[in-house]
């Protein structure tokens, strides 16, 4: 079924199927469809009587009609023979996972139709300003607004005109003028008419306007010995500047940085069967490699054990023990940039067990604590190979900020991320954190103390601070 027409609807059903379909940011007809497939399978029961529900129900999370689109354009063909590239065009936005809806001018009726457009997008086509199965729902508002791109392709002079000089005069120009998203347009034109003054001025107006040109290329016409600049660009090219717009490179301020990050636990064996541990998840750790990773860097996590998968794209080295902490961390340098966010345990035993101990009359069996390797401090104090940029974090119990500043004095790190760890807080093995960045500033500490944030924002936030810092000071190469 391409289309629904739905007829002598009541002013309650009408207002309720407003509402819903605002909520849901579908079209009154989408959203008809899903009320149909939710009767179907037994999720909604039907509207009675001819009043709406007294109350709406919460909206669900919007989506795609489609599972796989991850975007939506509308797109405006124009009139011209170019108009029989919309149709690979459309192709091609669909192959990339954007959802397309078109409309079609009355002159791009004369080369392409309603039905073939419709066929190809799998949707409605739209053509007429005042069409009342659409417009009782201000569609032509819908439609400027309900994707996340406009492209026109073909552009021709004509409409490129009303565009620059504000008409609104069919549903194409109503869309443009009533649009609050980017608009991609690819003219379409005789070389004389891309080169005449008059769309000169046009062209120079929806550039200051904001309007994206991709476009036009040059060769031969359609007319017989026509040739120059005017041939529409390709539908793969259009199709590439358009995801360029609804996708755009994500910023990579970390690329070409080396960073070494620990995370989790250590295990310190008491014997084969026990050891001593902390409740680090290592969650927090494993946030700040996929950030760091998001953003470009080359990264190094080095992880006690934890129940977590690897982050994708990271390089991981799994230990066990402190001392085999220390060991990779080492053999891990140079890097550009150091984040110590394992809770390393601060003794192990001296002689662990080669069998398990066994409970014996004389009681307890006598554990000799030694004191682990104290990492931070070894490698912020390092004469060769030293990270230019070494971070560690304070999980603290009481006296947070004191805690910490000492801390930072103490390990010889650039920077330090505390924490509150209490069993009250829920940090160890949760979710969420409450943390305070202390940074070296001119022979004092500074504390910026930060909401509380999910662990992936902690880490997210934590990166953007080192791109910052990296971009007013930056750091000297890893050697």
């Excluded at 391409?2 to 849901?24: C, F, M, P």
């Excluded at 192990?348 to 409970?359: I, M, P, S």
């Excluded at 509380?452 to 934590?462: F, H, I, S």
């Amino acid at each position: 079924m391409a289309s629904l027409t739905i007829r002598k609807l009541d002013e309650g059903v009408k207002t309720y199927l407003r509402l819903r379909s605002a909520q849901n940011r579908r079209s009154v007809e989408e959203e008809v469809r899903v009320i149909l497939r939710e009767l179907i399978e037994g999720r909604e029961e039907p509207l009675t009587g001819s009043a709406a529900p007294a109350t709406l129900s919460p909206a669900p999370t919007p989506q795609r009609t489609s599972a796989l689109a991850e975007a939506s354009v509308t797109l405006i063909i124009g009139g011209g023979i170019a108009a029989f590239k919309s149709l690979d065009l459309i192709r091609r936005l669909k192959e990339r996972r954007i959802e397309v809806r078109c409309v079609l001018t009355q002159a791009a009726q004369q080369f392409v139709t309603p039905l073939s457009v419709s066929a190809l997008s799998h949707e409605r086509v739209y053509t007429d300003l005042f069409d009342p199965q659409s417009e009782f729902d201000a569609g032509h508002i819908r439609l400027a607004r309900d994707c996340d791109l406009i492209i026109v392709a073909p552009a021709t002079a004509d409409l490129m005109a009303k565009m620059a000089n504000g008409h609104a005069d069919d549903l194409a120009s109503a869309i443009l003028l009533a649009t609050n998203r980017k608009i991609l347009i690819a003219p379409a034109m005789n070389p004389l008419m891309w080169s005449n003054s008059a769309t000169r001025r046009n062209v120079a107006q929806l550039g200051r306007d904001g309007v994206t040109f991709i476009g036009p290329n040059s060769g031969e016409m359609a007319e017989a010995g026509e040739a120059g600049v005017g041939r529409m660009s390709e539908a793969i090219e259009i199709a590439t500047a358009a995801e360029r717009l609804l996708r755009p490179p994500v910023p990579r301020p970390l690329a070409g940085k080396r960073i070494l990050i620990t995370a989790g636990p250590t295990h310190e064996p008491i014997d084969p069967v026990r050891y001593i541990a902390n409740r680090s998840s290592g969650k927090q750790g494993f946030a700040i490699a996929a950030a760091a990773q998001a953003a470009g860097a080359d990264v190094i996590l080095v992880s006690g054990p934890v129940d977590l998968d690897d982050p994708a794209g990271v390089a991981v080295k799994h230990v066990e023990s402190a001392r085999n902490m220390l060991e990779q961390v080492e053999a891990s340098l140079p890097v550009d940039i150091a984040i110590f966010a394992a809770a390393v345990a601060d003794w192990r035993v001296a002689n662990a067990g080669e069998q398990k101990l066994k409970k014996t009359s004389a009681g307890m069996p006598p554990l000799q604590l030694v004191e682990n390797p104290d990492i931070l401090a070894t490698i912020s104090k390092m004469k060769d190979k030293r990270p230019p940029l070494v971070i560690g974090f304070a999980a603290e119990t009481e006296h947070l900020i004191d805690n910490a500043k000492a801390k930072l004095k103490r390990k010889g790190c650039d920077w330090i991320v505390a924490n509150d760890v209490s069993p009250a807080t829920g940090v160890m093995g949760g979710d969420r954190n409450t943390v305070h960045l202390l940074t070296r500033n001119e022979g004092d500490i500074a504390v910026d103390s930060w909401p509380v944030m999910t662990k992936d924002q902690v880490a997210t936030e934590l990166v953007a601070h080192i791109a910052k810092s990296l971009a007013n000071k930056p750091l000297e190469p890893a050697k």
